[in-house]
């Protein structure tokens, strides 16, 4: 069984969003949608230095979107069942035909901002769809998030922010396989997650 | 969590809940432009599934890179714009950015210029009328025309910029060197580089005036020309064990975008990285180091360093005495004593080398058959007394002491001895240079420091040691994309061209006052912005406006009404990549991929027809492409299968790369590390001249920006802006999506420190205005522990109408310098009144 999974460096991460507008154009994302953009711990505003000038200053970054958790808060709550797990590879995705736009998996969610409810008139910034010709088309009144690229994935290539991002900072692939980069990265790094206390089973992981 | 036990479907959700269809509001994020945006087309992918095609480009993101992109169209609109992808391993060297990848909203951004429109009111009053190409085309040659009648053909000004990558058809020419004096005392402008092909062959068939463009350029002349500093690979930086980023973001903002690759591959591998700056940037925030240095004081550090180093004897001597120039002996006037002093070569010849005066022979000798050189010392050679260029430079730089530096710019004496040591003993050391530390008045100084320190440290020409970084550095495209290295130029250069003139653009300011320009009567009777947006980009902002009421008419030609756009009488509106084509250096050609939206054409056609206009019929014959074939087709480059064909069917031609980590050592006629000079060449000449304290190294505080000036009674805090990876000068302003990242609740926003914020009773996404006598903006404040105390930060790449009032351009000061004409973005004091 595959269980995907993603692992960012903050060593290399440096807040740049690429990842996060890659993705946006991609999707052909309304405009009141994002799927991931980049923190800055430290300050509580993006970009922010927090600490003490001059010697104790901090500005970190990491990156947030769906964790794709080992047990999800939203399948759990979801009335629907639009809410999944897949067992073949671990990805949580949203079946947009069943989601009812209720907005529980959204206050479910440890991770604030991760999932987006898709507005009952979504906006674009162009009159043309943008990006993949294979991104799934957004319905009004459902809720989405990452989806760790699914029809990429489904044409054998790693999500795009993983190839995309200019300081070969994320990595990708099955957690399950100790020969994988992923897993042989987390071997040989320092890292820790997010929110791990909540017990969602998060399948992100940050190389300290 | 109880599972619901009633199964809701959507219909019984919706009306037993307050989500009633259409109740909902769209939430607070990027707002709606005035393009369609009901989503119906844009959210209909499944009838274009499979109908694609891609094309080579880049995005003219005025950062400075070169990346390549493969653009998608989908139904003669471009819907992607991501990276090239490389077959082979390129370690590193694939980038590209959060601005190249949203390249679509920016073509087709509803403040796209989309047709010609001349002023209907005053200057500035945003009245436009539209007029046809036809119209403006003679609107526009008439003016040329009528202008060299009156006053002569240099009347008609053209300011060049870097807003086409000095593409080969639609960049414009531009020029390090602009000037120089004749023996016979008078002063010729000299030829400019070879790009912009059709304004090129108007400006010297009408011989108008070339107007360079001031920003980077101490750092420029200085690097490229007169110290000819050694440029390193990219991929070098991965050896460094000391990594100094200098007035750098690596992280954020290089010419070269792999460097931060390469610098996290160096601490992956041990490295040190230490970062100097006022602000807090990315690259600070990841940096092992912050040195938070005052603006415009980084040479006094460098002062400092170079004294410590010296005096606790940490210098590579070697080095010093072998490899750098301070040896070399010069007298009183600052003259190398050569060969021929001793009657021992022909003055003028190759022979003539200097000397330097060998411990071991006790005699002069040539300095590459030396085995001794003396480094320290004031010699009689035939009654005229010389002294080594290293005493000459530590006398000069004698008052700029580590107590000097910790007090000018504001670091801890401990501090900047711990800086010295290490860049001395923890080497090899890379000093990763960028223009940051030369935005300041006569800060073209530091280029003579950087290179006694690299001196004084062995950085140079070994692996992991150099010294001028991102200037320097190759573009990822040069190790990766086969380059033609052959040019057919001769349709640059016109045979019956008219002597024209040619300064740099910013003295436009000083012509305004004096209505002359090095000593002659000067009339600017037309401006033409081609690829450049002053107001908005130059320095001395309010100063260039100012000089506009002296200009009789302004041509703009731009993709968006930027500033300058706004206080011209003529807006044209031209191309975006992937709308003409266009060859780059670096061996990409820009491929086609649509028309241009609206009505714009490409630069090189507008001009094409104003030469037409103008009845000059056989000046610009044939398709741009035309002239690419031939620019191109050499046969070097057809043989190595890089002609006109193969790249424009390519877009770029992949070369056969490995990993390069090339160094290069020192390749001026003395092979050895430069910091001092016998002449120094003015960009623009009009008869100065430069004692030997101006060419030694040497410290001078900034012009408006320095600590004892009383205006900061009322202006104490100085001011800054940098570059970061959300704006490309002002090529991507008007952007949403971008705007999510770089504004503060809808606004931009200036950065200030806790103290001087809570001195000014300013908490974060207040609404403040920053002031002086050049200009004042309001924006949204961040206050922030990542920025120096007495320092300020207003960001660069808004256009004005992006501010709620004022623009932050015109906070700066108007002081180009008489070396190198520099832009000194940084150097102005200021304070900060919440609204």
């Known amino acids: 069984m595959t269980k995907y ?69 939203c399948v759990e709550i979801c009335p629907t069942g639009a809410s999944q797990k897949r067992e073949e590879d671990g990805l ?112 992100v992981y940050f190389l300290k | ?31 709606c432009s005035s393009v369609d945006t009901s989503g119906d087309a844009a959210n209909d992918l499944a009838s274009t599934a499979g109908q694609e095609e891609t094309y080579i480009g880049t995005c003219h993101g005025n950062c400075g890179g070169r990346c390549a992109l493969k653009a998608t169209v989908r139904e003669g609109k471009i819907v992607s714009t991501l990276p090239m992808e490389f077959p082979n391993e390129n370690k590193g060297l694939r980038v590209g950015c959060v601005k190249g990848v949203s390249n679509p909203l920016r ?8 047709y010609p429109m001349k002023r209907a009111g005053e200057r500035g009053s945003g009245e436009w009328e539209r007029i046809t190409w036809d119209e403006a085309i003679e609107l526009f040659a008439n003016q040329l025309k009528a202008s060299m009648e009156t006053y002569g053909g240099a009347s008609n000004m053209w300011q060049g910029g870097a807003g086409n990558m000095n593409g080969i058809l639609n960049g414009t020419p531009t020029g390090i060197i602009n000037s120089a004096m004749m023996p016979d005392g008078t002063i010729a ?97 990841h940096a092992d180091e912050w040195v938070p240095v005052r603006t415009g004081t980084d040479a006094a550090l460098m002062c400092a360093m170079v004294h410590y180093i010296v005096d606790n004897d940490l210098a590579n001597w070697d080095y010093v005495k072998n490899k750098s120039v301070a040896p070399f002996l010069i007298d009183e006037a600052g003259a190398y004593l050569r060969l021929s002093s001793l ?202 406006l100012k000089a506009y009421d002296k200009i009789d008419y302004i041509v703009t030609i731009d993709t968006i009404m930027t500033t300058t756009a706004h206080y011209s009488d003529l807006v044209l509106p031209c191309c975006m990549p992937w709308e003409t084509y266009e060859y780059i250096e670096g061996g990409i050609f820009e491929q086609k991929a649509i028309d241009p939206v609206g009505d714009a054409r490409s630069d090189f056609d507008i001009i094409k027809a104003v030469a037409e206009k103008m009845g000059y019929d056989d000046l610009i014959v044939g398709e741009g492409t035309d002239y690419l074939r031939r620019y191109l087709d050499t046969p070097e480059n057809i043989e190595a299968g890089v002609g006109f064909d193969a790249l424009s069917e390519n877009g770029v031609v992949l070369g056969d790369y490995s990993c390069d980590a090339h160094v290069t050592p020192e390749y001026n006629p003395f092979g050895r590390t430069q910091f001092y000079l016998e002449y120094l060449m003015p960009r623009d000449n009009w008869g100065q001249m430069f ?47 971008l705007d999510d990242f770089r504004k503060l609740d809808g606004q931009p926003f200036c950065r200030i420190h806790t103290e001087a914020a809570a001195e000014r009773g300013i908490k974060t996404s207040d609404k403040v205005r920053v002031f ?21 930060w207003v960001p660069h790449g808004f256009t004005w109408d992006e501010f709620e009032e004022g623009y932050a351009q015109s906070l700066t000061r108007w002081c180009p310098d008489d070396v190198t004409s520099n832009n000194n973005f940084n150097d102005w004091i200021c304070e900060v009144e919440k609204m």
Not at chain 1, 28 to 46: I, K
Not at chain 1, 54 to 65: C, E, H, R
Not at chain 1, 160 to 166: A, G, Q, R
């Open chain 2, 691 to 737: 004692g030997l304290q101006d060419r030694l190294p040497y410290y001078k505080p900034s012009i408006e920006a320095y600590a004892d000036n009383p205006d900061r009674a009322k202006y104490p805090l100085y001011g800054m802006s940098s570059h970061d990876i959300y704006h490309g000068q002002t090529l991507w302003s008007h952007h949403p999506w």
């Open chain 2, 189 to 285: 402008p000299l030829p400019s580089f070879n790009a912009g092909f059709a304004n090129s062959r108007l400006i010297q068939k009408t011989g108008g005036t070339v107007l360079s463009v001031g920003h980077d350029m101490a750092g420029i002349v200085f690097c490229f020309v007169h110290l000819s500093s050694p440029q390193s690979a990219v991929e070098d930086l991965a050896n460094a064990k000391t990594i100094v980023a200098w007035g750098a973001n690596p992280a954020e903002a290089s010419f070269c975008r792999a460097a931060w690759n390469a610098i996290c591959t160096g601490r992956e591998n041990g490295a040190k990285l230490i970062a100097i700056d006022p602000l807090l940037s990315t690259t600070a925030a």
């Open chain 2, 343 to 544: 009657g021992q070569a022909e003055a003028g010849t190759d022979a003539d080398v200097p000397v330097v005066w060998d411990e071991d022979a006790q005699a002069f000798v040539a300095h590459a058959t030396a085995t001794n050189p003396a480094i320290r010392g004031t010699f009689d050679a035939n009654g005229v007394a010389v002294r080594t260029v290293f005493d000459a430079a530590l006398e000069n730089i004698a008052p700029f002491t580590v107590e000097f530096a910790a007090n000018e710019c504001g670091i801890p004496a401990a501090q900047i001895e711990n800086l010295a040591r290490t860049v001395a003993t923890e080497g090899p050391t890379s000093f990763y240079i960028n223009y940051g530390l030369e935005h300041t008045y006569e800060s073209w100084r530091i280029y003579f420091l950087i290179g006694l320190l690299a001196s004084l440290t062995g950085s140079v020409g070994i692996p992991g040691g150099s010294y001028v970084g991102s200037i320097n550095l190759g573009h990822e495209s040069a190790t990766m994309f086969k380059q033609p290295t052959t040019f057919n130029e001769d349709d640059f250069t016109l045979e019956d061209a008219v002597p024209g003139g040619h300064f740099t653009g910013d003295w436009i300011a000083q012509i305004a006052e004096t209505g002359q320009w090095a000593g002659q009567d000067f009339h600017m009777g037309t401006l033409v912005n081609m690829c450049a947006n002053p107001l908005d980009n130059f320095s001395g902002s309010s100063a260039l």
């Open chain 2, 1 to 31: 969590m109880e599972t619901p036990s009633t199964q809701l479907t959507r219909r019984s959700f919706l009306t037993t809940t307050a989500l009633a269809a259409g109740a909902l509001a769209a939430s607070g994020m990027a707002g």
């Open chain 2, 107 to 114: 073509i087709y951004g509803p403040s796209r210029l989309m």
């Open chain 1, 92 to 203: 949580v995705l949203v079946d947009g035909e069943a989601c009812i736009g209720c907005e529980s998996c959204i206050a479910a969610c440890p991770y604030e901002g991760v999932r987006t409810l898709v507005p009952q008139s979504p906006t674009y910034p162009l009159d043309f769809a943008l990006g993949d010709a294979a991104a799934a088309e957004h319905l009004p009144n459902t809720v989405e998030k990452c989806t760790f690229c699914a029809e990429r994935l489904d044409r054998g290539e790693k999500p795009l922010c993983i190839d995309i991002c200019p300081a070969y900072a994320r990595t990708f692939g099955d957690l399950d396989d100790p020969e994988s980069e992923i897993s042989k990265v987390l071997a040989a790094r320092e890292h820790e997650q997010l929110l791990a206390d909540q017990g969602t089973g998060p399948n």
């Open chain 1, 5 to 73: 999974g993603m692992a960012v460096d903050t060593k290399r991460c440096t807040g740049c969003n690429m990842c996060s507008m890659a993705c946006r154009v991609d999707h052909n994302l309304p405009t009141e949608v994002l799927y991931s953009r980049a923190h800055t711990e430290g300050g509580e505003h993006f970009r922010q230095a927090g600490g003490t000038y001059p010697d104790q200053v901090t500005m970190k970054f990491y990156t947030l979107a769906c964790q794709h958790c080992d047990d999800p808060a």
């Open chain 2, 772 to 792: 002086n006598d050049h200009g004042s903006v309001v924006l949204n404040a961040l206050v922030t522990e990542g920025i120096r105390k007495d320092s300020v």
